[in-house]
């Protein structure tokens, strides 16, 4: 009688008396009733939430996943019912959240990737709440789909990986048991689980493990190709912080309460740090300091500092110093540092920029903050623009750029640089009529040891086989023969109070620490005048292919040298034993890094024989396979004549271009060899011999070093013949002695005959 009174009610306005009727003829929804489905949807979704939350570093799952299950729990029992109060209560409650977003997408405009999973993890709980029907379960699978992706982008560590995995295990029965409920085939009552599902947890392990291994291959074959950048980069929350009366560096490791002083581990936490014996910071490098002191002593204790995300890898430069103090540097122009002011809509800062007759390419890095790091931006070389949070940045003449706050673990900015080539041709033919300003602050030594010193780079220089005259070839040359004529120098004793660091390290201890290798080498590029300076950053870091970062820590940071050549710019060196003598750069093609990390971990399980033949495989042109797949692929398409013309032209092809690479490869050998020495030639085929045996010298291998390592990797007889040849190698380059090249010869055709 209730509903009666209540339509005639209504039914004083025909047109909701219409709508009414209508309504009340709609057939009820058919209810899902399949508990398995219903549980195994919930759960995509909360491994969605918990993925989200470890990789944006929230708490969300602390009331989304209790709210979740209360919802799904409720929907379950009141599935047949119209539930019209719980409904419109959730229409409330979604407003409430879109306004919530609207709110935090005006806070968040340059990163909306957290506030859009926020969105979303506020709907699924609401949602949760009516999900009588299989598309209403599809909603939510969508939803832990997206949340699982936009974890995907957030993610910077491996964690995310196993959820991925957790997450694909669960989505394989929900997408069977999705269909077979779509067909009618599902039935609640069913005893065993895998009934429902109609497959054996065999055959589903099956799946997964082929959907893996499918999936990864892909990952591994697909190019990281630059181009697909938007002008929105990731950046923390803006933080309203300026600069006070000062724009001075703060590294955390060395400030302490009051003045440090010697004695005191003073790594030069500005101006007023003294030098003079002391410990490192086990945590914080030294070199990030206005000043630093190279007569400290310790080592750092290994720890992540930050994860880099970039389209190519590099030394990610932090600071440079002008000034040489005879123990340590310090940055002499430390006061004329220049405030850059960003709009308070944008966080866009335009940097200055030399001129340069250079070609660049642009390269974007996004840094993310891991532990506290000095008040320093870390970037590659000549960056143009800064997406940072603080209202104000400081760059000084030496292009070091500063923060207003010291780097707080969890921050995130974006840097741009267009990142020069390194065209050997140019630079070799660099002019040498330097400035004024370049003399003034570039090429000053101490005049107690500029004479020793510059007889010292005169007497490396006349070793080379031929007169070197360029500036950019001297610095190769000075730079590798400090790598393979000093070393590292572990237990270095502390300097006394009158010595100075380059002449201890040349004359007295025949090495250093490894950031002592880069001050020798600047010393002594000024003291054959060639503009140089110190330089301090990270190297580039473990890549890890999983989540395409640069997993950088505190061990990583070092110092170069850095030489200027005019309308070039300033260029990169690297003395130091074990490194590259040029720093990573764009010349390196990181197109397919990830299958060339991935051939590297496979080739340390391989015979070397096996590794050598698969490299030579691998080495073919990449472009000339994939113009000959689109040309095969072209004929397939014609039918059958196509099929058959295509297979024996790509069995033909293949032959006579294998005949053709390997020949062309013999000629060129073969040409390369006959310009060089004598000694030079047998060297270098005992190298690539070697090489094909699958013991190849690294670049950054000394010939002595290589000889070394061959008497732990090669059998006894091979590893004589190789230090042999070596140890007359090194002698005729660097000492100008003539061997017994008959002999020699004898030794390699004897080594070959062995294998």
């Not at 549980?39 to 979740?68: C, F, K, N, Y």
């Not at 859009?116 to 609401?126: G, I, Y």
């Not at 093609?589 to 399980?605: E, I, M, P, R, Y």
């Not at 390997?662 to 060899?673: N, P, T």
Request: include cysteine.
């Amino acid at each position: 009688m209730a509903g009666v009174s209540g339509a005639k009610r209504i039914g004083v306005l025909p047109v909701v008396d219409r709508l009414w009727r209508r309504l009340e003829a709609l057939p009820p929804p058919e209810v899902e009733e399949s508990l398995l489905l219903r549980v195994l949807a919930q759960a995509m979704v909360l491994v969605g939430i918990v993925a989200t939350d470890v990789a944006a570093s929230t708490s969300m799952s602390v009331w989304a996943i209790p709210l979740s299950m209360v919802g799904a729990c409720w929907s379950w029992y009141r599935r047949h019912k119209p539930n019209m109060a719980a409904k419109f209560c959730i229409a409330i409650g979604m407003l409430l959240a879109l306004a919530a977003f609207f709110v935090g997408l005006r806070r968040e405009l340059n990163d909306t990737r957290l506030v859009l999973a926020e969105l979303l993890v506020q709907l699924q709980v609401l949602h949760s709440f009516d999900l009588p029907r299989r598309k209403d379960l599809g909603y939510s699978m969508a939803i832990g789909l997206i949340l699982i992706g936009v974890a995907s982008t957030l993610s910077q560590t491996m964690t995310f990986g196993l959820l991925l995995l957790l997450f694909l295990a669960i989505a394989l029965p929900v997408l069977v048991l999705d269909y077979r409920s779509r067909l009618g085939l599902l039935s609640s009552l069913s005893k065993s689980p895998f009934k429902q599902v109609g497959l054996s947890p065999r055959r589903l392990a099956t799946f997964l493990v082929v959907i893996l291994g499918l999936g990864l291959t892909i990952f591994a074959c697909l190019p990281r190709l630059p181009g697909y950048q938007l002008r929105t980069f990731p950046v923390s929350a803006p933080r309203p912080e300026m600069f006070a009366d000062s724009t001075e560096i703060i590294n955390p490791g060395y400030v302490r309460s009051g003045n440090p002083g010697k004695g005191e581990g003073a790594g030069g936490a500005g101006g007023e740090a003294g030098l003079g014996p002391g410990q490192l910071d086990e945590n914080f490098y030294y070199g990030f300091s206005s000043r630093i002191n190279q007569n400290l002593r310790g080592a750092l204790k290994p720890q992540i500092v930050m994860r880099v995300r970039s389209q190519a890898e590099g030394f990610w430069r932090v600071l440079a110093f002008d000034r040489y103090l005879g123990q340590g540097w310090e940055i002499s122009q430390n006061d004329k540092t220049t405030t850059i002011t960003r709009p308070t809509w944008s966080y866009q800062f335009f940097l200055p920029r030399p001129a340069s007759l250079n070609r660049t390419k642009e390269v974007v890095q996004t840094y993310t903050v891991v532990s506290e790091l000095p008040n320093l931006i870390a970037s590659l070389m000549q960056p143009k623009e800064l997406y940072f949070p603080t209202q104000q940045v400081a760059i000084d003449p030496e292009g070091n750029l500063r923060s207003p706050l010291g780097l707080v673990e969890g921050l995130t900015y974006t840097v741009i640089s267009q990142v020069p080539y390194r065209d050997r041709a140019k630079l070799r033919n660099a002019p040498t009529n330097y400035s004024a300003y370049m003399r003034e602050h570039y090429l000053v030594v101490p005049p107690r040891i500029v004479a020793k010193v510059r007889k010292r780079a005169e007497e490396l220089l006349a070793t080379a086989p031929s007169p070197i005259t360029s500036a950019y070839e001297k610095a190769l040359f000075l730079a590798q023969a400090l790598k393979q004529r000093y070393s590292i120098q572990p237990n270095l004793p502390f300097l006394g109070e009158d010595e100075d660091l380059v002449e201890a390290f040349l004359f007295k201890y025949q090495g250093g620490y490894p950031d002592h290798f880069s001050t020798a080498l600047t010393i002594m590029l000024r003291s054959i005048g060639i503009p140089a300076r110190l330089a301090v950053g990270f190297g580039p870091g473990e890549f890890n292919p999983f989540t395409g970062l640069y997993v950088v820590r505190n061990t990583d940071a070092y110092a170069v040298t850095e030489v200027f050549f005019p309308k070039y710019g300033w260029f990169a060196f690297d003395p130091i034993p074990g490194h590259e003598l040029i720093p990573p750069s764009i010349e390196e093609d990181q197109t397919f890094t990830v299958l060339q990390q991935f051939w590297k971990w496979v080739a340390g399980w391989l015979p070397s024989p096996l590794t050598s033949q698969v490299s030579r495989l691998l080495s073919f042109p990449l472009g000339m396979v994939i113009g000959a797949i689109t040309w095969l692929f072209g004929l397939f398409s014609r039918g059958w004549v196509g099929l058959f013309a295509g297979l024996i032209g790509a069995i033909s092809l293949g032959f006579g271009g294998w005949l053709a690479w390997k020949g062309w490869r013999s000629w060129r050998y073969q040409r390369w060899l006959a310009k060089l020495p004598p000694m030079e030639q047998l060297y270098r085929q005992m190298l690539d011999w070697m090489a094909d045996q699958g013991f190849r010298k690294r670049p950054a291998e000394t010939p002595l070093e290589y000889a070394r390592q061959s008497r732990t990797h090669q059998p006894r007889q091979r590893a004589v013949v190789i230090e042999e040849i070596s140890e007359a190698y090194v002698r005729w380059r660097y000492g100008q002695k003539m061997p017994d090249l008959n002999h020699l010869k004898q030794q390699l055709q004897a080594l070959k005959k062995r294998r």
